[in-house]
């Protein structure tokens, strides 16, 4: 079953509006979560690194005062569009390790399609 | 030059061929390969992860990396039309943090009946 919740899967909003995504581990915590973008036809670029309990580390060319992301918790990471413009219109993709896992690897949530109209 | 460099596709192959999807990475550097499977509309799906030089197989899949050449490359064996999907190349580059990957444009696989 699934490792990552991400909610929600879908939203429509006006331009200007602010926009909330979820993303939280199930039965685990996660001190490190990572956000992603896609826009269609394109690969994942990375966003930026969620850190419990400090500040987010953002990818070079993202706002982070657009992009607001909170880890408050060990399960939970948000990330906050602000003040969103069509062109933030994309699928965000949250993902997060498991510990105890072998390696890297990642599990993901399972995406949300923001539209902004 | 990408990082990550995947030949788009689409690629299209007949049910119960192989299929042949490869990656390149300029970062020689780079510590860990994976690939992971993405539908339409969903998110991601880890199908393998590759450490070192050689083969690794499980199942239908066998992931391939060398190194030397920069390319990993990942093979599907007697494939199906449910493997139809992208596939994304994700590659932890040398010196990033913990779980931070870098990944390839992806490659459209379409397998037909």
């Known amino acids: 079953g699934a490792v990552v919740s991400q909610h929600p899967s879908r939203v429509i909003c006006k331009s200007g509006t602010s926009v909330k995504i979820e993303c939280r581990s199930l039965d685990f915590q996660a001190t490190t979560m990572f956000w992603y973008r896609q826009f269609p036809k394109q690969s994942l670029m990375l966003m930026a690194t969620s850190n419990e309990g400090s500040k987010a580390t953002y990818e070079q060319g993202v706002e982070k005062d657009k992009f607001l992301i909170n880890h408050a918790s060990l399960t939970l990471s948000t990330l906050t569009v602000t003040s969103a413009h069509p062109e933030d219109s994309s699928f965000y993709i949250c993902?997060?390790?498991?510990?105890?896992?072998?390696?890297?690897?990642?599990?993901f949530g399972s995406g949300t399609q923001l539209s902004v109209l | 030059q990408k990082e990550v460099e995947q030949n788009s596709g689409p690629l299209s192959v007949p049910e119960g061929a192989i299929a042949s999807l490869n990656c390149t990475y300029s970062d020689r550097g780079s510590q860990s390969f994976f690939w992971y499977r993405q539908y339409s509309g969903k998110s991601p799906e880890l199908i393998m992860f590759i450490y070192s030089n050689g083969d690794k197989e499980d199942g239908r899949f066998t992931a391939q990396l060398n190194k030397a050449s920069q390319y990993v490359s990942l093979l599907i064996r007697d494939s199906q039309p449910s493997d139809s999907a992208t596939y994304l190349c994700?590659?932890?580059?040398?010196?990033?943090?913990?779980?931070?990957?870098?990944f390839g444009q992806g490659t459209i696989l379409t397998v037909h009946p």
């Open positions: 994700a590659v932890k580059m040398g010196g990033t943090s913990y779980g931070k990957l870098t």
């Open positions: 993902s997060a390790k498991k510990p105890r896992q072998g390696g890297e690897k990642l599990f």
